[in-house]
């Protein structure tokens, strides 16, 4: 069964401040996803890392994949109070024959205070 | 309009009572999913649909069905809704065929079940 664990579940920082959200998964994948949240709201898709090493930058977000160690990172440079939402890592177990659906960790509800 | 569309937003429904969450999608994606998001527990996957005819059960599909009308339209039926079903559900589609399977995700319905 696959598990998806993200830490820290809870952060607060202050704006201009850098932090880094971690996401742990337990089997091998080829693909992993991180969403954003806005309360009441959808899932806003932020990046998609499809391999060992693979590293996207939007903004003051950067996210990193590390398929040997399972672990994907989220990195806020600089925050401002924009990016205050939950954010979401998921997990697709991809067999080869097709998308079995996302595994989500419980997601990493960020508040940041000017 | 938004590609991802869901019916009803909010739904207050008792105990017992049969209910019908509908999702239509206008990217032209073969995969449709179900999800259901609890407070503190993030997504998980009710159901999953690769074509009209190819569904398979999620995680947690006990109390659900599902039904994939046309390639754009995908249903979910609590058949007798009880209280802890309450929950936001989010219906996602995906390419599926390419190396990305991307997910895109529809507004959500907040069912309440009293």
């Known amino acids: 069964e696959l598990k998806v664990e993200q830490n820290p579940l809870f952060l607060s920082m202050q704006e201009g401040k850098n932090y880094t959200i971690y996401c742990n998964y337990s089997?091998?994948?080829?693909?992993l996803y991180w969403y954003r949240q806005d309360p009441g709201k959808s899932l806003e898709s932020l990046f998609v890392?499809?391999?060992?090493?693979a590293v996207k930058q939007e903004g003051r977000l950067m996210a990193s994949l590390d398929t040997k160690a399972r672990l994907s990172t989220l990195h806020i440079t600089a925050a401002v109070h924009d990016l205050s939402a939950t954010y979401f890592c998921a997990v697709d177990l991809y067999s080869g024959g097709g998308a079995d659906g996302l595994t989500f960790g419980k997601g990493t509800h960020l508040i940041i205070q000017p | 309009d938004a590609d991802v569309t869901q019916t009803p937003r909010n739904r207050i429904t008792k105990t017992g009572k049969r209910i019908m969450l509908e999702c239509s999608q206008t990217k032209g994606h073969d995969r449709m999913y179900w999800y259901r998001q609890d407070p503190g527990l993030g997504l998980r996957l009710i159901y999953y649909s690769f074509d009209v005819k190819d569904i398979n059960k999620g995680e947690i599909s006990d109390g659900y069905s599902v039904s994939r009308q046309a390639q754009a339209k995908f249903s979910l039926s609590l058949e007798s809704a009880i209280p802890n079903q309450t929950a936001l559900y989010f219906c996602?589609?995906?390419?599926?065929?390419?190396?990305?399977?991307?997910?895109?995700f529809g507004p959500g319905t907040r069912l309440t079940v009293l």
């Open positions: 890392l499809l391999s060992n090493g």
């Open positions: 996602a589609t995906s390419d599926g065929g390419g190396a990305r399977n991307e997910q895109f």
């Open positions: 089997t091998t994948s080829d693909r």
